[in-house]
């Protein structure tokens, strides 16, 4: 299992970033690689409870700016947060998950993401903290923790959220920090949406794609092939690949022909969708592209 480590502000190693605002942490408990903190981040937050539109918003737009070369931050709480995170994972590139929690096993926050923290170390990423170990995650300590998610990152994308959330909280911690901010727009009748309009509102940047983001912080994305549309990356994405062949499908008719599990299918889904190998036409229905 992986040590849990600390780094006074006073250490060499502690990011220069985070040493910029006025009430940096004094010390920092990290697991995984801390050199990870030294190269360009980019923080993508969000709701707990995202929409569909929210989930393949938040995978697609995070896995370009992964391709581009920079490292994911977030929270690593349910929703926008985890699919962020989640996606990195995926590409087997770091990303930083910063906790409203301390690291110990027993009390990371939350619960159901024990795996994916442990995935994050293991892709060669990073878990940081202000608590110590032992500390549960308490309400008053998420707002915290966001100051943190900003100082280490080059600008900030809220994809989805509420006038009145934690992610507005990062956005307003942004602007304090001169960070660039940047949101995804919504349907205006939608509650989660009308945090991101009303940043757009406010000057933050429109974002439909990574390249939005790119132009923004001036980085030159790599050109990447993509797979055949009628090979499948695994044994799911074949599945599902040979199940759509006869029209398209309804996502609980996938779920029966594949006999995979909801939450399978749903990642598998998305993650295909990205890549280009089938397409949503709306109401959870797919077919091959």
């Known amino acids: 299992m992986e040590e849990i480590k600390e780094i006074k502000i006073t250490d060499e190693d502690y990011p220069e970033s985070l040493k910029k605002?006025?009430?940096?942490?004094?010390?920092?408990?990290?697991?995984?690689?801390?050199?990870?903190?030294?190269?360009?981040?980019?923080?993508?937050?969000?709701?707990?409870?995202?929409?569909?539109?929210g989930q393949q918003a938040t995978l697609q737009i995070t896995g370009e700016l992964v391709d581009a070369g920079l490292v994911i931050v977030s929270g690593m709480a349910p929703g926008i947060d985890t699919f962020a995170h989640t996606i990195c994972v995926e590409k087997k590139q770091p990303t930083i998950a910063v906790l409203g929690s301390g690291l110990g096993e027993k009390v990371i926050y939350p619960q159901q993401n024990l795996e994916l923290s442990r995935q994050i170390v293991k892709q060669g990423g990073c878990l940081i903290s202000q608590y110590p170990p032992t500390m549960p995650g308490l309400t008053h300590q998420f707002p915290e923790r966001n100051r943190i998610v900003v100082a280490l990152s080059m600008g900030v994308l809220v994809v989805e959220a509420k006038e009145k959330s934690g992610s507005l909280i990062t956005a307003r911690l942004a602007k304090e920090q001169h960070k660039k901010l940047?949101?995804?727009?919504?349907?205006?009748?939608?509650?989660?949406?009308?945090?991101?309009?009303?940043?757009?509102?406010?000057?933050?940047?429109?974002?439909?794609?990574?390249?939005?983001?790119?132009?923004?912080?001036?980085?030159?994305?790599?050109?990447?092939?993509?797979?055949?549309?009628?090979?499948?990356?695994?044994?799911?994405?074949?599945?599902?690949?040979?199940?759509?062949?006869?029209?398209?499908?309804?996502?609980?008719?996938?779920?029966?022909?594949?006999?995979?599990?909801?939450?399978?299918?749903?990642?598998?889904?998305?993650?295909?969708?990205?890549?280009?190998?089938?397409?949503?036409?709306?109401?959870?229905?797919?077919?091959?592209?």
């Open 21 to 53: 605002i006025s009430d940096a942490p004094k010390v920092l408990y990290y697991k995984g690689n801390i050199e990870v903190l030294k190269k360009s981040c980019f923080a993508v937050v969000g709701t707990r409870r995202p929409s569909s539109y």
């Open 182 to 289: 940047f949101a995804v727009p919504g349907p205006i009748y939608t509650l989660n949406s009308k945090g991101p309009n009303k940043l757009i509102k406010e000057g933050a940047t429109l974002v439909e794609s990574a390249q939005d983001i790119l132009d923004v912080l001036g980085i030159e994305p790599p050109t990447f092939d993509r797979p055949s549309a009628d090979e499948g990356e695994n044994e799911t994405e074949d599945l599902i690949l040979m199940a759509l062949k006869e029209g398209a499908l309804y996502i609980d008719k996938i779920i029966e022909k594949t006999k995979l599990s909801p939450s399978i299918i749903a990642t598998s889904l998305a993650l295909m969708e990205i890549s280009g190998k089938i397409r949503n036409l709306g109401g959870n229905t797919y077919s091959l592209k």
